[in-house]
């Protein structure tokens, strides 16, 4: 179980969230925008925000599955509910689930409820989540993006899509959290592209 101050912390480290509605809405329906520099603003805690339950609005466009799950509630991580997410999460072609770093519930969900606070409440598309060794080098020989030593592989990224966000104020969002790696990924056609999210190194990337 994750503690009331743990995640109290972790919230100062993820941040929270200037009075920037506008600007960020305006940004998520201009496809073609990359956000301005100081859209997201990680200095400022928003108590509030960190201490309310935690509940993440997931789809898995592979398997077809919807799920809303609350998680987090007085302090703890509600541990029926953690499992249930790391069956969301788990490897859908090899078919094993494994344990998920709670600290990248933590992002998806700031990231999910941050840009409800604005009036886009939809739920984070989960492209990828855990590996199995065996399904990362498949991809890797197929020439599809994927790191010979993923974090995919021991449960610390995800790969996500969010309809009304481009990849660049999606990834902006997560970068501001402070909490790992961020990929972009762009695609064109009209799914887009994604972002990876992890719980690794801070850095950047675009594949």
Known sequence: ??????????????????????????????????????LFDAQLLDLDFWVKPRTLSVVRPQSGERAKVLYWKDGEVIDSA??????????????ETAPIDPKLFEVLWGTQAFIARYGMNQPLEILSGYRTEASNKRLVEEGVPAARKSLHMVGKAADIRIASLNEEVLGGLIRSFRQ?????????????GWIHADTGLNRTWKG
């Open 180 to 192: 790992g790696g961020v990929g972009y990924y762009y695609r064109s056609g009209p799914r887009g």
């Open 1 to 38: 179980m994750v503690s009331r101050r743990e995640f109290l912390q972790g919230g100062a480290a993820l941040g929270a969230l200037g009075a920037i509605g506008a600007p960020l809405a305006a940004a998520a329906q201009a496809t073609d925008m990359a956000p301005p520099p100081d």
């Open 82 to 95: 953690y499992q249930e997410l790391c069956h969301i999460l788990r490897d859908v072609n090899g078919r």
